[in-house]
Every structure is written in structure tokens, then in C-alpha cells.
């Protein structure tokens, strides 16, 4: 059974530290997926850890319903337990298929008690994303990904939730290799090596090239990506304060930073605001941010579901009120609130506690804000990112 590595042992540990509930494991039954449960089953014994795994049935093709029994067989053999999601789709496209596979995973972890869901993604799917993402305007630290640690790119479905990948540091070639020597098999998916999508496409290209050339950019953009991941933590843990209306305040005076940071900084807060995981355009973004930094906006602006507006050093921001989801859905408020009852030792807002610019998207009954806890996951998430991507590449 294979072990992790320093790097990635200290990664699970300081993700996992201070929860209580089991570890959960995406696994397809890919090559990938399979080696993360392979380490991750080693680091479990190890530590005295829990696994779940989650698998899949995702309909896309006719094979995906027995995919899916054969991981939790496999799952159930080594005396892990497991459980199978179903999605139905009604998009057939990559994108809608990743959306309802993040919910999807979100949710059962969450009904398992679990904070944090392992992704077998490896160093070889950065390679080839930081490739896609070049092929259209793009800054080099922006464009590589995934992240060794992130947030649930779903909201709120994926509240509290960490994405942690151990193996990001790994071509893929060598795990499925050591896969293939102990004699495991795997499930081979024809869409991942055929031209239709452009993931596909962008594997043969890589397959194509000198891979060791190709790693040494991706290093380059990762130790960059983390420089600004770092600083973004420190801005949203020291700079920006939520009082208990979810009315945000961040302090926005003397801030050193490029363009590129302050963009992705205001991305967060107004994400936060408006209690959605979908994000304004990046040239809209872009705009704001410098006209924030530039002692604007004076009068009230809205954009991405969100209204800012500068005082003197403060940058107040607050939901729109005419884009606000007015109703509970899984017992949370448009995103940005949830019953009154939900936590122990946190004030509870009252409607008539709530200040004028928070009072047209607010619930009408007591409730607390969860945008605070939101934006210190996301620092966390974005920190513990940082630093691990830095001491992988640190001898690369």
C-alpha cells in the first residue's frame, strides 16, 4: 500500500485537524481516484482516521451505474464504507456535469459529518489545465490549477466544506504505473482520451511534449499562484470585518497590491455578499477593484448580485436587494444566513436589530449570518493552499 509523502501527510493533517467526522474519498474508479484511496487508506491506518467513499453513478454513459458498483464493492472489501450518488442529467455538458458532481459530493459529506473531500486530481491535470487556460487571455498565476487545497465551488451546498488533493504532486503516468505493477485494475473512461472534449485534445498535446519542460511552468506558476493566495488570506483575515446583520466593512487604505490581487480580493467579498458561488465577469471585476482603490465608489454601485460603496477607508458591502433569493432552502437564506437555532454561543439577529442597508435582503424572522464563517474558510483554504504549494515546488 502506497504512503504519502511528507508534504502530503502534513497536508492532511493540518486540513483534518480539529474534525471530527470521517475523511471522505471521491474515487471513480479511474487510476487517479484509486491511488488517492490507496494513500489515503495508508495515512487512515496510520492516524486512526475514518474514510467514506464517495462514488458516482453520473448516467453519462451506459457503463456508469456498474462503475459505480464496482467501486463500492471494492470499497467494501477493504472494510471502508461507502456510499452511491446518482445524478440524473439533463446536461450533458462537462461544466454542468462538474457543477452537479461538486453538490452532489458537498451534500453527502455534509450529511456524513465530514469537512473535508479528497480529489485524486495530479500534477499531469495541472499540466494540462494551466495549458487550456493559456489557450485564452490569461495571467500565469491565474491560469494554473487546481489548487492543492480549496473550497467547495458550490454554494451553499458546500458551506464548511475543504477540497484537499494529495496527490497534485504526482504524474499520472507514475500512480497508474504502481498501479499496474501490484496488478490493480481500473476503469478506463474512452471520453478522457478521445478529441471531443477539449480536456482530451489537450492530453494528446501533452502526451505529445517534453512533460519535464512543461512541469517546470507549472512550478513557476504555482510558486506564484501561492505568493497571492497568501496575501489574499492575510487581507480577508486582518482586513475585512462582518457585524452580525452581514453588513461587510473592509478596511481598504494602504493596501499593497497588484491589480490581480485586489481583483481576486473584491471577487470574494462580493461572492460573500451576495450569497452565490458564481462570480461577476472578470473585466467587470477589474473595473470595480480600481475604482475601489481609487477612493471610489462614492454613490452606491452594484454588481455580481452585490452593492459597495466607499467611505472615507471603508469599503461597506451588502446584497442587492433586488437580486436577493427572499425564502429558506435548505434551512439557509440566499446564501448568506441561516436559522436562528443553527449555532450555539453567536448573537442571533432580530428584524428589528437590523440597520438600513442590510434591510431590504434580510430574513424576516431571527437568524445568523454565515458570510462571516464563509470568508474565514475561504482564508483558511486559501493559506493552507499557499503553503503547501510552495513546499512542493520549493525543490522542483
Known amino acids: 500500500m502506497q504512503r504519502l509523502d511528507h508534504h502530503n501527510h502534513q497536508l492532511l493533517e493540518a486540513v483534518t485537524a480539529g474534525s471530527k467526522g470521517p475523511v ?32 458516482i453513478d453520473h448516467g453519462l454513459r451506459p457503463e456508469a451505474a456498474d462503475e459505480a458498483r464496482w467501486v463500492a464493492d471494492l470499497a467494501r472489501s477493504r472494510g471502508i464504507g461507502v456510499e452511491i450518488l446518482t445524478w440524473s442529467p439533463d446536461k450533458r455538458s462537462q461544466n454542468a456535469a462538474r457543477q452537479a458532481r461538486h453538490a452532489l459530493l458537498a451534500e453527502a459529506a455534509r450529511r456524513a459529518g465530514a469537512s473535508v473531500v479528497l480529489l485524486g486530481h495530479t500534477l499531469t491535470d495541472v499540466v494540462e489545465t494551466l495549458l487550456m487556460r493559456l489557450m485564452r487571455p490569461a495571467r500565469l498565476a491565474g491560469a494554473v490549477g487546481p489548487q492543492p487545497v480549496s473550497v467547495s465551488p458550490v454554494w451553499p451546498q458546500g458551506r464548511g466544506i475543504m477540497l484537499v488533493r494529495p496527490l497534485i504532486d504526482h504524474r499520472r503516468e507514475d500512480l497508474a504505473a504502481d498501479l499496474r505493477g501490484r496488478g490493480q485494475s481500473w476503469i478506463n473512461d474512452p471520453s478522457n482520451d478521445g478529441d471531443y472534449y477539449e480536456r482530451g485534445r489537450i492530453r494528446q498535446l501533452v502526451n505529445a511534449s517534453d512533460l519535464a519542460r512543461l512541469e517546470r511552468v507549472c512550478f513557476d506558476a504555482m510558486r506564484l499562484r501561492a505568493a497571492e493566495d497568501f496575501q489574499i488570506s492575510r487581507l480577508l483575515t486582518d482586513r475585512v470585518r462582518v457585524d452580525q446583520s452581514g453588513l461587510i466593512e473592509a478596511d481598504v487604505q494602504h493596501i499593497e497590491a497588484s491589480p490581480a490581487v485586489r481583483a481576486r480580493f473584491l471577487d470574494i467579498l462580493l461572492q460573500a455578499a451576495a450569497g452565490t458561488s458564481q462570480g461577476a465577469a472578470a473585466p467587470s471585476v477589474a473595473a470595480l477593484a480600481e475604482t475601489v482603490f481609487s477612493d471610489g465608489p462614492a454613490s452606491r454601485m452594484t454588481l455580481g448580485g452585490a452593492w459597495v460603496q466607499r467611505r ?22 440566499d446564501g448568506r444566513y441561516v436559522g436562528g437555532g443553527a449555532f450555539e454561543n453567536t448573537p442571533v ?7 438600513f442597508l442590510v434591510r431590504g435582503s434580510a430574513p424576516d424572522e431571527a437568524a445568523r449570518e454565515i458570510i462571516s464563517d464563509r ?15 510552495a513546499a512542493m515546488t520549493i525543490d522542483r
Open 312 to 333: 472615507g477607508g471603508s469599503l461597506m458591502m451588502g446584497r442587492d436587494p433586488g437580486e436577493a433569493r427572499k425564502g429558506w432552502t435548505g434551512g439557509v437564506w
Open 24 to 55: 471522505c474519498v471521491a474515487v471513480s474508479g479511474g487510476s487517479d481516484s484509486l491511488s488517492l484511496l490507496d494513500h489515503a487508506e495508508a495515512w487512515a491506518e496510520e492516524t486512526g482516521r475514518t474514510l467514506l467513499v464517495l462514488t
Open 349 to 355: 439577529l432580530q428584524t428589528s436589530d437590523l440597520p
Open 375 to 389: 470568508l474565514a474558510h475561504r482564508s483558511q483554504a486559501l493559506m493552507l493552499s499557499a503553503r503547501f504549494s
